[in-house]
């Protein structure tokens, strides 16, 4: 189905939608494409596979080299792209080593800012490049936090990260396009930062059970702060699982404030095969006294 072309992280996330679902689909390797996707390997294949998940936003990894090809192959089956580029705290963590570097943001958080600050100029690089193809959305994809919270010390999550998170979207928002942070994990405690930093949203689950994806969903809810994601992983083993978790996410969806995806961790062909059942019973009618 060919729609026009929209931008669906504002209109779903602001609320303006409630009682309606909009769906995502974020990262996905070609294996998983092809169960969707007649044409799994070329720079049209993730265009190819939200259109058959008739997705209404999909995810762009902007370090692909067929990621413009894809962005105008997605504006041509009328899905919204959005361009993810890395963040700058992974980047460096590895540059110094990953445990070493997680060291450093503790003890002597000053040695990592020319190499942070070198990431970041990287990372506005590849966002205004989205922006000269018109993008709908800005994701950066930066996992800051896991199960039991964050993977580094708030105080430097605050200082360092989130104003470098800032300064990577910020010509996206002064040009009102929607930025939205991926993390796994419960990020919570980043939410009022990142709306003070113009977010608009989270890309947020992975690793999340469905009540504590639920608290990250209210706390976002009540903070008019968006949220991306429903659909765990972990839910798509069985079709009985993948429909309950799409009818769950439904119900949050038609509440307002989430724009129903994936948590980013489908990597097999049944996965995404079942995440197109999870999707089609998010959008079956539901009842009244159900809503």
Request: zero cysteines; glycine letters at 10%; a negative charge.
């Amino acid at each position: 189905m060919v729609r026009p072309a929209f931008d669906p992280v504002h209109a779903a996330l602001s609320g303006a939608l409630v009682g309606h679902v909009l769906t995502a689909l974020t990262f996905a390797p070609p294996d998983a494409l092809a169960a969707v996707s007649a044409a799994p390997r070329s720079a049209s294949s993730i265009a190819e596979a939200a259109s058959a998940l008739d997705v209404d936003l999909a995810f762009v990894p902007s370090w692909l080299p067929s990621a413009p090809g894809t962005v105008v192959a997605l504006r041509e089956v009328g899905v919204a792209p959005a361009w993810v580029v890395r963040g700058p705290l992974w980047p460096t963590l590895e540059h110094f080593g990953l445990e070493n570097g997680l060291r450093l943001t503790a003890r002597d958080p000053e040695a990592l800012t020319p190499q942070l600050d070198l990431q970041v100029e990287r990372s506005r690089s590849a966002v205004l490049v989205g922006m000269r193809l018109d993008v709908s959305a800005i994701v950066v994809a930066e996992d800051l936090a896991g199960n039991d919270g964050l993977l580094v010390a708030p105080d430097f999550a605050l200082a360092e990260v989130v104003p470098r998170l800032h300064a990577v979207v910020s010509p996206a928002i002064d040009d009102g396009i929607a930025a939205v942070l991926h993390s796994d994990g419960d990020v919570r405690a980043l939410l009022p930062a990142l709306a003070r930093a113009g977010f608009t949203a989270v890309h947020a689950g992975g690793g999340l059970s469905r009540e504590a994806f639920e608290r990250l969903f209210w706390a976002a809810r009540r903070l008019g702060f968006g949220v991306i994601g429903g659909i765990s992983t972990g839910d798509l083993v069985t079709p009985a699982g993948a429909v309950f978790a799409g009818t769950s996410a439904s119900l949050l969806a038609r509440a307002g404030g989430l724009l129903i995806g994936d948590d980013g961790g489908v990597e097999r062909a049944r996965e995404m095969r079942l995440l197109e059942t999870a999707f089609a019973a998010a959008r079956s009618d539901l009842p009244p006294d159900r809503l």
